[in-house]
Structures are given as structure tokens and as C-alpha cells.
T-cell receptor, first 118, second 111 residues
Framework: DAGVIQSPRHEVTEMGQEVTLRCKPI?????LFWYRQTMMRGLELLIY????????DSGMPEDRFSAKMPNASFSTLKIQPSEPRDSAVYFC????????????????FGEGSWLTVV | QKEVEQNSGPLSVPEGAIASLNCTYS??????FFWYRQYSGKSPELIMF????GDKEDGRFTAQLNKASQYVSLLIRDSQPSDSATYLC???????????FGSGTKLNVKP
């Protein structure tokens, strides 16, 4: 089975430019997460979706960040304008609820998008 | 207070020894607990999960949970150099899919 697919894997951009990160979750998974990882702050949950609807975006650092999930197989995380402090690895992850509504499942990560803003 | 706390390490153990990794969490309502392994430059991968108090064994790995003490641990028996990685503790809170991650403990297994 294909895992979570993210693109681009690496991006270097100049401060002020718009950055768009993309994610395809595992087929059949109805939860999608965006995490950011830095040495200083570790893994931070930015936002998550359930059935394409944003449920909790309290981790989105500021208005420069936005995320969308137009359908069950695609999500984007956009940073506009980008700043050097946004340099990090951005992970997309997905999970699902098992039959019967038992929410005992873990989340599975993509390989990450390594963003450098100079 | 962070939701999940881990000692950042590094924890160094000789090959063949038992490595013990620890984690504490703040929300008593937390329901499920996970250990992820992350190699340098890679994404986290799930090793084990545990829901009930006590021990859960899977090969060389044993997860231990003590809800009264809000404490989770991971034991790695017969440690191998290939176990050298950062180990992340994750806790799923009362809200189904609110996963909180610790900052990770770096493990070095010396040949």
C-alpha cells in the first residue's frame, strides 16, 4: 500500500515568497494532520482535518499559514509570505477510525518536506 | 507545562544491553500511548502502542504504562547499533485525534 505522499521533498526559497506544500494521505484514512518539526520545538501539530473539514487549527502559528483539504486525497499547507523562522521539516500524517467507531489507531507520517527560507 | 515530557538524552548504551526510555504526560484523561522511532533525516515510524496499565511486549521491545503515575516507558532488549535513533513518545488525549509528541530521546548504541 502506498503511504502518505508529500511534495516537494526539499524546497529552498527566499524570504517573502509563497510556499505551498502538498500531501496525499493513505487511501481510506479520514484524518489528516500537518506537523512541523524543528530542533528547538520538536514536533508541533499545526492543524488537522476530519473528512476534509478542519477540526483544530490552534497550532497554526500565524495568519501567514493556511491549510486546505479540497478532497479526501489531497491537502495543501501554504505559507505566505515565508520567513526564515519558518525553516523546518513539515510532515503530513494520516489516520482512520476503525470499524465501529473505535478510535484506536495510530497516525502514519509522510517523508516530510524540508523547507529552507533564506 | 508541556503535555509530554522526555529526557532529550543522548542515552548511550553498549551493544547487547537494555535501553530504557521514559516519558511522562500531563493529561490524566489520555487514552492511548505510542512510541515512534525516527532515524536522522527520516520521518517517525510507529514501533508500539499501549492502552492498558502494565507491560506489552513485541519482540525486543516492551512498552510499560502506569496511568496512576502518568508514566510510559520503552525497554529495548539486546540493543543493536541499528537501534540508534531518536525515540518519540506520543500521547492521544481525550479528543480522539489530538496527538501530543514529546521532544524525543536520542539513543546511541555503541558496538
Amino acid at each position: 500500500d502506498a503511504g502518505v505522499i508529500q511534495s516537494p521533498r526539499h524546497e529552498v526559497t527566499e524570504m517573502g515568497q509563497e510556499v505551498t506544500l502538498r500531501c496525499k494521505p493513505i487511501s481510506g484514512h479520514d484524518y489528516l494532520f500537518w506537523y512541523r518539526q524543528t530542533m528547538m520545538r520538536g514536533l508541533e501539530l499545526l492543524i488537522y482535518f476530519n473528512n476534509n473539514v478542519p477540526i483544530d487549527d490552534s497550532g497554526m502559528p500565524e495568519d501567514r499559514f493556511s491549510a486546505k483539504m479540497p478532497n479526501a486525497s489531497f491537502s495543501t499547507l501554504k505559507i505566505q509570505p515565508s520567513e526564515p523562522r519558518d525553516s523546518a521539516v513539515y510532515f503530513c500524517a494520516s489516520s482512520r477510525i476503525l470499524q465501529g467507531g473505535v478510535a484506536e489507531t495510530s497516525i502514519y507520517f509522510g517523508e516530510g518536506s524540508w523547507l529552507t527560507v533564506v | 507545562q508541556k503535555e509530554v515530557e522526555q529526557n532529550s538524552g543522548p542515552l548511550s548504551v553498549p551493544e547487547g544491553a537494555i535501553a530504557s526510555l521514559n516519558c511522562t504526560y500531563s493529561d490524566r484523561g489520555s487514552q492511548s500511548f505510542f512510541w515512534y522511532r525516527q532515524y536522522s533525516g527520516k520521518s517517525p515510524e510507529l514501533i508500539m502502542f499501549i492502552y492498558s496499565n502494565g507491560d506489552k511486549e513485541d519482540g525486543r521491545f516492551t512498552a510499560q504504562l502506569n496511568k496512576a503515575s502518568q508514566y510510559v516507558s520503552l525497554l529495548i532488549r539486546d540493543s543493536q547499533p541499528s537501534d540508534s535513533a531518536t525515540y518519540l513518545c506520543a500521547v492521544k488525549g481525550r479528543n480522539f485525534n489530538k496527538f501530543y509528541f514529546g521532544s524525543g530521546t536520542k539513543l546511541n548504541v555503541k558496538p
